[in-house]
């Protein structure tokens, strides 16, 4: 249980530094809700975008048509 407490709280640190989740500044309920919708879904894009990037990287590479010789053209 104190494991799964740090990843949470280790997500709610970096949501607030990437996302502005704490830069809300409303009066309404509704603004507030709105708000926290948009940067947890803002946090949730960059945490998918940050997992299947290094793997896209890897298969594009690989893939490459552009694949490096072995002859080196500099000298």
């Known amino acids: 249980m104190a494991g799964a407490r740090w990843a949470i709280e280790d ?11 704490d ?14 919708t948009l940067a ?6 960059l945490a998918i975008t940050a997992v299947i990037a290094p793997k896209a990287l890897a298969t594009a590479s690989s893939q490459s048509r ?10």
């Open 11 to 21: 997500c709610f640190q970096t949501a607030k530094t990437e996302v502005g989740l």
């Open 40 to 45: 947890m879904l803002a946090h949730t894009y």
């Open 23 to 36: 830069h809300y500044q409303v009066r309404r309920y509704d603004a507030w809700y709105r708000h926290i």
């Open 66 to 75: 552009w694949a490096r010789s072995s002859v080196s053209w500099h000298t």
